[in-house]
Structure formats: C-alpha cells, structure tokens
C-alpha cells in the first residue's frame, strides 16, 4: 500500500488536475482504489481531494488565521530552507536538486520555504548585472520550470525580494508561482502560522538589519508572540545565516541561504552560509510533539553533481 502511495504522489506531481479514469489506468489500479488513496494522502497531510472526476490541489484550510494541515503520524520530518534567490547568477539549484532528492530518499514530509524564492529586481541599478532574468515573466518561468519537482510539498511564504514584485508591478510571484505547480503551496507574505497535526509552526522572513546579535533579535521577536501563540517551531529567514536556539517550549531555526555570495554582499562585508536545517519530531500517542531533534546540513562554494 505505501508503494502505492508513494507512486500516486510522483504522479500528482507531474499530471496537473489528471482524471481519476486516468490515473487509474496509468497506475494499473481499479477505480475505488484510487478514491481510497486520495483519502490516506489527505490524512497524512497532502492537499489533494477529487472534484467531479478529477484529482484537484486543494488550498489548505485557515482557521482562525492558522493554516491547518492534517496529520496522524508518529514521525514527522521538515526540511526548513530558505532565501533561495532564483535567477540570480549566484543561485544555487544544484543545491537545491540534491537537497529535494534527499528529501524524497529520506521520507521527509514537508519542505518548509520561509521567503525569498525570487531574488526579484531591486532599486539598485548595479543589481541587473547579478541577475539571470530581469523581468517579471521572465523570473516566475524561470522558477516555475527549474525548481526540482517532487513529491514532497513545499509550504513557503514570500520574502522582501519577493515583495518587491508588488511594488514593481502589483504581481505576488510567489502565489503565481504556486498556481503553476502542484507541489508548491503558497500561505503569504512575511508571516504565517500553520499546524501540521497538533505541530505549531511560524514561519517568518523577517525584515531590516543584519545578522549582528542574532539570537538578541530572535529572543525580542519571541517575547512579542502572545503565550498562547507560541510554537513549537519558529523558523525564520532574511539574514543568510544559520542559527540555533531553543527558548521555553519554542525551537527556533534562523535558516540561512542557498545562495553565493553576491559583489554587492561582499562590497558591504556581509557574511552567508549556505546551510538547511533537517528536523525530526516524534508525537505521543495523542498526537502532541514530545521530541524535536534538528541537524544543520552546510554547503560549500563547490557544485553539486547530479545524485
Ligand atoms: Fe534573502
């Protein structure tokens, strides 16, 4: 049954809206099978249902301002990344293939991506020379055909670079992105919480400052959060560097980059590491995280050659 699983998940990836007739007969698998399948994909978390004759991508449900994703597992597993900075000269999809072919040899549930996909174009005339694509189109195809297709989600918020998109021409890529792809599930801009079974996430990019006195910034920013409103894990973005703390309850992960370093960062002394968090967490069998246990994973200025 969990081959089977496994199968219809890489092919919801690559088929958009596919008929149910269809992947019944691509599967070798009788109708009513199909129906059951969809059914556990729901339960262990994956936004897909069937309308009319069709496998749909549905939206996550938002209920009281949280994204809820439904879980009934024992073990979950996240890959958090971030500020991945696509068509820029210095982005890093070797990285990133090699880190969602992990994930899928790894059994990794949830790509968490807190902002920054796009490395957008900023009011900083040199920035043009640092780009692989320079228009709006041209950056959203640019993501919607090279970001590693897969059958692990990925949830992402949008970050600064991003945002600079609405200034420029009141586009929101990142949620233009995501309608191109099956994989991808937009939450929104800068700020998002979701719960993935009883796992209370934040996700966050951040604005303003540099990486000086990082856990001084993360520590102000968890005292501002409403007791009641505490995660378990609050991932953060924005400042290309790599950070660890763990305050009350709440796991924090500053997740760095998966960028080189631009001439401009390096004209302003500034510092990346190229690094993700892999997170592993184990429920009780109420279904309340009991064990949170992460490994930070670094990359070098070396390519990765294709697994
Ligand atoms: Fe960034």
New binding site residues.
Partial sequence: MEELLEKLQVYLTKKKKPYIENVAKDLGIELYEVFGLVQMLKQKGYLFDVIGDQIVKIKPIKENDVYQIPNNMEHLRLLLL??T?LASKYDRLDILRYLYAKAEDTHTDYVLHS??LTEGVSSRPQQQYELKENSYTGQRDYVVEKYPESSVPTYLIS???DLWWIQRCGADICKDIASKREDIHYLGSDCEDLKIGKLKVRMRHGSGGSAYAKSYRLQKYLDSIPAEELPHILQT??I?QAFYMKQGKTHCFQTS?L?DLTPYERSQGFNNDKSVWWVDIDMDNKGNPVQIKQELETFGDKLIRKR
Avoid: A, I, R
């Fill in positions: 971030s500020d900075h902002g920054d970050g600064n670079h973005g924005h290309h980059c960028q």
